[in-house]
């Protein structure tokens, strides 16, 4: 797996405001930090950030609209800091009354003045020297009370003081020398701590387990994969169970009124399906868990018998949406294996309602009306001595990337890339713990036939069904969306570095920013005093440039070290009109 190999040295930081904070007289700590609440995470204050997506709904939409279509073109940056590492930075800045929290791969945590950039605090995990990271990078902290909760790569859910960076305790999850390893953010509901365990490309049997925030004590566990006696335990064949993956590596979110919590689950393992027949509960879908006890209440699976790759691991997007004339708790999910997905929340758990692809797809025949199982194209499905193309690629339409739903305009915003297939033979390997364990050579992309571009910052109408803009990219576009009510989508993802605003109704590009590198963090919207601020993460790395060196083995020939590695947080607000 790539390493990054170019750091960035030294970058100057400036300040819009002077600090608006109070600090002790120690440096090094917060005083008068504001308790994270459940209150406040279910009902959060337009200026802060305080969950993955800033509310339990995954919407990534910011009600702040000082920034907007009229100014947006005023947009500078006003601080940068230098985070000191390579690879992928990933994770969103947490923002909490002026105080921000900003995780980088290797393990550390940044405290932050989120006027100015200050440094308040850093804590930087020791990670085991024999540590071999798949995916080197993080996806940031959860908060709850004083507290803040880290998910690390060598498989530790980790509790830090959140006003010194202080660890207050410290929980093994899994055993990072079998594969198993954590990437994403906590979720945190009610005082319990939830993360779910990667590995599946090692052959591990993955889980999502919820924790007490003030002990670290494991309150419930659930198998993605389940065992021959659980409930759908009969869709594996064999033992294939033992090994079978089902990761899970980004955060679930959360609804209060039915009190549960949805996560998506990763791929069965290894790639190839005929290496474990039968649907394989519960991989590439989402699972409806109750928070307090971890006991399964509903899920969808996208596609049964997974050979693609087409980890299905973002949770739907929750979306209250007119359908049939009727309002209903959707879930939304814009699909690695190509559909945009729309399902309804019951009490009784979840029930198909649409499917569509948003990108070309030519795996599926067709999926059934009723339930919105796919039937399949076998020339299209990866076997074990047999060579099949399909498309999307592993890569999938939409990857671990965010979409945004704008509760202004009521679009669904997705990072969509188009073109990119695959080429996949399947081969038996035996399993060796701790190793790669794939089935397949990964390093398979194709590319069909092609017009002008490969990205595609798509704009859908959900409740209708219908695709309302789209903005071209000539090569990938990999990373989340932000919205706001100022009427404007903010998205990086593209290996020119740019950071970009377009006009969420029309899909006009309305600003441009380069950075040091590129783009895969997930942009966030804040404020502080009176002044709202736009931040992300830039860092290139991990999946965005595989991708990038796999392209550059196709007819493109991109150069796969065409862009710098090395992490920088900005933070951009409008530029005052006397500056003109």
């Not at 996806?139 to 003081?161: P, S, Y």
């Not at 064949?237 to 955060?251: C, E, N, R």
């Amino acid at each position: 797996m790539r390493q990054g190999t170019r750091p960035i040295l030294g970058i100057v930081g400036a300040s819009l405001l002077g600090c608006i904070l109070a600090y002790g007289a120690a440096a090094g700590e917060v005083t008068d930090y504001a308790a994270v609440s459940q209150q406040r995470l279910e009902n959060p204050e337009p200026g802060n950030w305080l969950l993955y997506r800033r509310t339990y709904d995954d919407h990534g939409f910011s009600p702040l609209r000082q920034i907007n279509v009229n100014n947006v073109s005023r947009l500078v940056p006003v601080w940068t800091l230098a985070t000191g590492v390579v690879e992928g930075h990933e994770s969103p800045p947490m923002v909490n009354n002026g105080v921000m929290f900003v995780t980088t791969p290797e393990m550390q945590v940044l405290a932050l003045n989120a006027a100015t950039g200050d440094l308040i605090w850093r804590y930087k995990e020791k990670l085991p020297a024999d540590l071999f990271q798949a995916h080197p990078t993080n996806r940031g902290v959860a908060l709850w009370e004083d507290k803040l909760f880290l998910a690390t790569v060598d498989a530790h859910l980790i509790a830090l003081d959140a006003k010194t960076g202080k660890e207050v305790w410290n929980t093994t999850v899994g055993d990072y020398k079998r594969g198993q390893y954590m990437t994403l953010e906590p979720l945190v509901v009610n005082g319990k701590v939830m993360v779910g365990l990667s590995g599946g490309e090692f052959g591990v049997r993955s889980l999502i387990a919820a924790y007490d925030a003030n002990t670290g004590k494991q309150l419930w566990l659930f198998r993605t994969i389940p065992g021959p006696n659980d409930p759908g335990g009969d869709t594996w064949t064999g033992d294939a169970w033992k090994t079978g993956g089902g990761s899970v590596w980004i955060t679930g979110d959360y609804d209060p009124k039915r009190n549960i919590v949805y996560w998506g689950v990763g791929n069965a393992a290894p790639w190839p399906g005929d290496l474990h027949p039968g649907d394989d509960l519960y991989t590439s879908s989402t699972v409806a868990l109750n928070p307090d006890t971890g006991k399964l209440v509903g899920y969808h699976q996208y596609h049964w018998n997974d050979s693609w790759d087409w980890d299905e691991v973002r949770p739907p997007v929750l979306i209250d949406m007119e359908h049939d004339g009727q309002q209903i708790d959707a879930l939304v999910h814009a699909g690695r294996d190509g559909y945009l997905w729309v399902l309804q929340q019951t009490d009784n758990g979840i029930k198909f309602v649409s499917g569509r692809p948003f990108v070309f797809q030519n795996a599926f025949k067709s999926i059934d009306p009723q339930t919105g199982r796919p039937t399949y194209n076998l020339d299209h499905k990866p076997s074990v001595g047999k060579e099949a193309n399909f498309c999307p690629s592993l890569w999938g339409g939409d990857d671990w990337t965010s979409e945004s739903y704008s509760d202004q305009t009521h679009l669904l915003y997705i990072p969509a890339n188009d073109g990119m297939c695959g080429q996949m033979v399947g081969e038996k390997k035996q399993l060796v713990a701790g190793q790669i364990w794939l089935g397949a050579d990964p390093d398979s992309l194709k590319l069909r036939p092609r017009g002008d571009h490969i990205g595609e910052l798509q704009a859908w109408d959900v409740a209708s069904g219908k695709r309302v803009w789209t903005y071209p990219f000539p090569n990938q576009l990999f990373d989340s969306v932000l919205s706001t009510a100022g009427g404007l989508v903010f998205t990086g993802g593209t290996n020119d570095r740019m950071f970009r605003a377009f006009d969420a109704k029309t899909g006009e590009l309305l600003w441009q920013q380069r950075t040091n590198s590129g783009i895969i963090g997930m942009p966030v919207a804040y404020q502080v005093g009176d002044t709202e601020y736009v931040a992300v993460q830039s860092g290139w790395g991990v999946d965005a440039q595989r991708i990038q060196d796999s392209l550059a083995k196709t007819s493109l020939k991109l150069d796969p070290d065409a862009v710098p590695q090395g992490g920088v947080v900005w933070v951009f607000a409008l530029r005052r009109q006397d500056e003109d």
